[in-house]
């Protein structure tokens, strides 16, 4: 792949060096020179002066060979004009766009637009190791009405089949992580004894799901 980044701070100097270690070619934009200096002297790709919004600018880097489009500057109204721009006019169809109002990125999101809300995404994980299990979930789509979470198995639903947890809990197994392994369940599955659930449900049902596993399984 081809990626056209815009910003060269710490998220897109570490980002062009990880596509760089996977064999991918980058072309990284910035309006300081000086900000290049992140990339370090091992740095292959194409380095190019000015904003990412600027279409003689993205045409410097290529933007028309390529696959992908990264704006991670340190503004959210630079990153959403370059990722519209790379999108609508050149038609790159893999933009991503970092955003530090989580408002603003739900509403671009529902453009197709994919967001990086950092602030909010840093403030979900502090919770998700802050508060109990099934308080704040793993993921939620953009329009609230999927999550998924991480759910590790009460003892009394130890030898039961993923089938039956289904059913009563009403939410789905994404797939189980057993022993350092991710196992996708299927009809003859049991629950074993350390097992860490990755469960999807519906948002308006979590607190039907999680009073079900914690009151354990019905007699069948």
């Known amino acids: 792949m081809h990626v056209v980044i815009m910003g060269c701070g710490r998220v897109g100097s570490t980002l062009a060096r990880s596509?760089?270690?996977?064999?991918?070619?980058?072309?990284?934009?910035?309006?300081?020179?000086?900000?290049?200096r992140r990339l370090g002297p091992d740095f292959n790709g194409d380095k190019v002066t000015g904003y990412g919004f600027d279409q003689a600018v993205l045409e410097k880097a290529g933007i028309r060979r390529a696959d992908a489009f990264a704006a991670v500057s340190s503004g959210d109204n630079s990153n959403i004009i370059a990722a519209r721009v790379a999108r609508?006019?050149?038609?790159?169809?893999?933009?991503?766009?970092?955003?530090?109002d989580?408002?603003?990125?739900?509403?671009?999101?529902?453009?197709?637009?994919?967001?990086?809300?950092?602030?909010k995404w840093t403030a979900d994980q502090?919770?998700?190791?802050?508060l109990p299990a099934g308080a704040e979930p793993d993921?939620?789509?953009?329009s609230g009405?999927?999550?998924?979470?991480?759910?590790?198995?009460?003892?009394?639903?130890?030898?039961?089949?993923?089938?039956?947890?289904?059913?009563?809990?009403?939410?789905?197994?994404?797939?189980?992580?057993?022993?350092?392994?991710?196992?996708?369940?299927?009809?003859?599955?049991?629950?074993?004894?350390g097992d860490l659930l990755h469960l999807v449900m519906r948002e308006e049902n979590a607190g039907r799901v999680f009073k079900v596993i914690d009151s354990g399984p019905e007699e069948h």
Request: net charge negative; charged share 25%; no cysteine.
């Open 126 to 130: 502090v919770l998700r190791r802050l």
């Open 19 to 36: 596509l760089e270690d996977r064999n991918h070619t980058v072309s990284v934009i910035d309006s300081e020179p000086d900000a290049f």
């Open 145 to 193: 009405t999927i999550r998924v979470d991480q759910v590790p198995i009460p003892e009394q639903w130890v030898g039961q089949r993923t089938v039956h947890f289904q059913e009563q809990s009403g939410s789905r197994i994404a797939w189980i992580d057993r022993l350092g392994e991710g196992i996708l369940p299927n009809r003859d599955s049991v629950i074993q004894e």
């Open 88 to 100: 609508e006019t050149f038609g790159i169809q893999q933009v991503v766009a970092r955003i530090y």
């Open 102 to 119: 989580p408002g603003r990125a739900e509403v671009y999101q529902r453009l197709g637009i994919t967001t990086v809300a950092t602030v």
């Open 139 to 142: 993921f939620r789509d953009p």
